[in-house]
């Protein structure tokens, strides 16, 4: 698995990505990462939000699994959730490649996927035969398609939210990937109380949101969130390369994850601590225990994590929770 992994990070990052959920696909892999990581009862650290009960605070940030692909193998690895997505109502095929690409020396990737993604239909099929272990929790987070307009993006939203909401065990609402035209604009006080009417107070839906929004709109939300439908916040989605003109101008546009995302990340958990009394699953930038537990002590309730796990291999998450 580690030679596996090791060769894998030689390949374009595309290929690599693609290759590695067909391997996860597959039962032979399945096998392996299930007799290697076969002790992770031991880490049992659990975490209660909105009532549902997460075996350890660390989870896996939405992105990695778009098609609920690779439930059976990733729920091996120690994460005590996996959330799946962005899955969108109608499939479709996202940006132009290349589109995802590795910052190596700065621990960080660059992605403009565009919510690539098979649709509702086939991501229900694919949670609905995935065998994952039982303690391992499913969120679904949603999103809407690049050709509904945002005047209409809560039809998205509802049909998404109608369809998923009893088949996992939380929701997230994505308004934030810089990589929808728009997307972003859907994270104000209008567009989300209109989902927090809609999913009313007994359902478990979380809330994810930008790192790079003005400060004041920022506080704003926080404030607001306290009297919403919304369970808990998490914190953040990929920070907007226009940040980084240096790498804007060498890969082009996108959001950045990893080491260059994570003080904007720490920044956005400490701001929302002040401001709000949700429950935050911090994510951004997390690649070690040190790392977890900054986040933890700073007020978040859980932290979930992407390319720390691309860089690091399946071993990551074993290795965290041993040094918790
Ligand atoms: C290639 C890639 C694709 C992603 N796709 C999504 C997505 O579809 N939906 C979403 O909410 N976040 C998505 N994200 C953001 C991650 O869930 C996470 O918020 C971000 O990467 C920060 O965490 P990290 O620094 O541990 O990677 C994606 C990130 C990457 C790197």
Redesign the pocket.
Known sequence: MDLMHSLLLKLPPELA?YLSMQAMRSSLVRQQIQSRFANLDIYKREVNIAGLIFANPIGL????D?NAEAIDSLSHMGFSHL?L??VTPRPQLGSAKPR?FRLTERA??L?R?G?N?SGKDIFLQNIRSAKARQDVKIGV?I?KNKDTPNEQAIEDYKELYDFFRHECDYI?V?V??PNTQGLRALQNLDFLQTISDLVGPDSRVFL?LAPDMPTEIFIDLLKACDSWNFKAL?L???LNVEAQPDIEKKYGSG?L??SL??MA?REALVRARQYSKLPIIS?????SSEEVLWRLEHGASMA???????YGGPNLINNILQEL
Not at 283 to 287: A, E, K, N, P, R
Not at 304 to 310: C, P, S
């Open positions: 990505h940030a939405a992105g990695l778009k959330e997505g962005t995802l960080s990737l992605n996927m919510f993604n987070n999103g997230c994505n934030s990937s994810k998490t953040t989605n990929t959001g994850s990893g995302l994570r990340s994510v951004g930038g997390i690649d979930q994590l992407y390319t720390a796990f691309v």
